[in-house]
Antibody
Framework: EVQLVESGGGLVQPGGSLRLSCAAS????????MSWVRQAPGKGLEWVAN????????YYVDSVKGRFTISRDNAKNSLYLQMNSLRAEDTAVYYC???????????????WGQGTLVTVSS | SYELTQPPSVSVSPGQTARITCSGN?????AYWYQQKPGQAPVLVIY???ERPSGIPERFSGSSSGTTVTLTISGVQAEDEADYYC??????????FGTGTKVTVL
C-alpha cells in the first residue's frame, strides 16, 4: 500500500524558515517524480514544486521561486521542502503527492499524504 | 499566466446529473479531476480527460472538447457532495489546478 506521511509543519513568524518532510513507503520511490501541493485555509489547491526522480530537475510555482527548495533522499525514501522567507500568504496545508505513472512529470496524482499545516503569523 | 476556470458552485438533486466545466487558455494537455471532502486529501476521480481509476464509481465520467473539459456525475448521491478540482499542465510542463467547484446535493 502506498503511504505518504508529511511532517514538520507548525507556527512560524514571517520571515522565518521551516523544513517539511514526506516519508514514502509501499512503492519504488526512486522511480517517481514527486510534488508538493498546498491549500490555504478555505481556498483551492495550488501546486508548489516538483522534483525529478533522481533530483536533477526541479520546478516551482512563481510565487515561491527563490524562497522554497524541494529536495529528496532516495536512500531514505523521503521528500523535503525547505521554506525560507515565509510570508503570511504561505499559510496552508502542504501535501506531498505522487503521480500515478513512474518517470512522469505530468501524470495525475493518485497518492496524497494527509497534509501538514504551516501557519505563518506573528 | 495559465489559468483553469471552474464555476464556483453546482447544485443538484439526488439522482440527477451534475456537470462541472473547466476552461483554460490552451488546455492542450490531458486534464485530471479530483474530489476533496472537508478535512481530507484530494482523491483522483478522472485522469487523461476521461479515464477512471480503479475503485471510482462508474457514475463519474469525463469528456473534452476544445479548450473545455467536463466532469459529469450521473445519478448523484449524497456522498458526492464535495469540492472538485480540475488539473492540467501548462506550456512549460508544470501543473496547474482549476479554481474549484463546490457540489451541493440538495
Amino acid at each position: 500500500e502506498v503511504q505518504l506521511v508529511e511532517s514538520g509543519g507548525g507556527l512560524v513568524q514571517p520571515g522565518g524558515s521551516l523544513r517539511l518532510s514526506c516519508a514514502a513507503s509501499g512503492f519504488t520511490f526512486s522511480s517517481y517524480w514527486m510534488s508538493w501541493v498546498r491549500q490555504a485555509p478555505g481556498k483551492g489547491l495550488e501546486w508548489v514544486a516538483n522534483i525529478h526522480q533522481d533530483g536533477s530537475d526541479k520546478y516551482y510555482v512563481d510565487s515561491v521561486k527563490g524562497r522554497f527548495t524541494i529536495s529528496r533522499d532516495n536512500a531514505k525514501n523521503s521528500l523535503y521542502l525547505q521554506m525560507n522567507s515565509l510570508r503570511a500568504e504561505d499559510t496552508a496545508v502542504y501535501y506531498c503527492a505522487r503521480p500515478r505513472v513512474p518517470y512522469s512529470s505530468s501524470a495525475a496524482f493518485d497518492s496524497w499524504g494527509q497534509g501538514t499545516l504551516v501557519t505563518v503569523s506573528s | 499566466s495559465y489559468e483553469l476556470t471552474q464555476p464556483p458552485s453546482v447544485s443538484v438533486s439526488p439522482g440527477q446529473t451534475a456537470r462541472i466545466t473547466c476552461s483554460g487558455n490552451a488546455l492542450q494537455q490531458y486534464a485530471y479531476w479530483y474530489q476533496q471532502k472537508p478535512g481530507q486529501a484530494p482523491v483522483l476521480v478522472i485522469y487523461k480527460d476521461s479515464e477512471r481509476p480503479s475503485g471510482i464509481p462508474e457514475r463519474f465520467s469525463g469528456s473534452s472538447s476544445g479548450t473545455t473539459v467536463t466532469l459529469t456525475i450521473s445519478g448523484v448521491q449524497a456522498e458526492d457532495e464535495a469540492d472538485y478540482y480540475c488539473q492540467s499542465t501548462d506550456s512549460s510542463g508544470t501543473y496547474v489546478f482549476g479554481t474549484g467547484t463546490k457540489v451541493t446535493v440538495l
